[in-house]
């Protein structure tokens, strides 16, 4: 069943004013995950030449030959499930200046995960004040 224009109206809404309080989650949600295919077919495949060393090494009693193997078939698995490196995403804000404001990166070490709450709770306080 479609969306009624009221619907839509409110949905927008909600859309953009997510993207004002939170573009970073705005653009985590937005964003499409792309699997590299070539990832997965060369993580495999060394996953599979990795076992077969093993077997090989352990059927021809040469260790050497099943700890190479084993080390390529761990290193395999583990690049195919690693996450890949997130790309630079948005870099600040747009002000109603039409200036971009970075945001300023503290120490995560330096600062309690309560801490760390409160602040980001005053500058939203702050935020939806004007």
Same mark, same amino acid.
Request: hydrophobic fraction near 45%; proline fraction near 5%.
């Given at each position: 069943?479609?969306?009624?224009?009221?619907?839509?109206?409110?949905?927008?809404?909600?859309?953009?004013?997510?993207?004002?309080?939170?573009?970073?989650?705005?653009?985590?949600?937005?964003?499409?995950?792309?699997?590299?295919? !070539?990832?997965?077919?060369?993580?495999?495949?060394?996953?599979?030449?990795?076992?077969?060393?093993?077997?090989?090494?352990?059927?021809?009693?040469?260790?050497?030959?099943?700890?190479?193997?084993? !080390?390529?078939?761990?290193?395999?698995?583990?690049?195919?499930?690693?996450?890949?490196?997130?790309?630079?995403?948005?870099?600040?804000?747009?002000?109603?200046?039409?200036? !971009?404001?970075?945001?300023?990166?503290?120490? !995560?070490?330096?600062?309690?995960?309560?801490?760390?709450?409160?602040?980001?709770?005053?500058?939203?306080?702050?935020?939806?004040?004007?």
């Amino acid at each position: 069943m479609p969306l009624s224009e009221y619907e839509q109206r409110v949905l927008e809404q909600m859309e953009r004013q997510l993207a004002s309080d939170d573009p970073r989650l705005a653009n985590t949600l937005t964003q499409r995950r792309r699997r590299p295919v !070539v990832r997965f077919v060369l993580t495999g495949a060394g996953a599979v030449v990795g076992l077969l060393l093993l077997i090989l090494g352990a059927a021809n009693s040469k260790p050497w030959l099943g700890a190479i193997g084993f !080390v390529l078939m761990f290193a395999s698995v583990a690049l195919a499930f690693a996450m890949p490196r997130r790309s630079a995403g948005p870099q600040g804000v747009v002000g109603t200046d039409g200036k !971009v404001h970075r945001p300023v990166r503290r120490s !995560v070490s330096k600062q309690g995960f309560m801490a760390r709450l409160e602040a980001r709770w005053e500058r939203r306080r702050d935020q939806g004040g004007r």
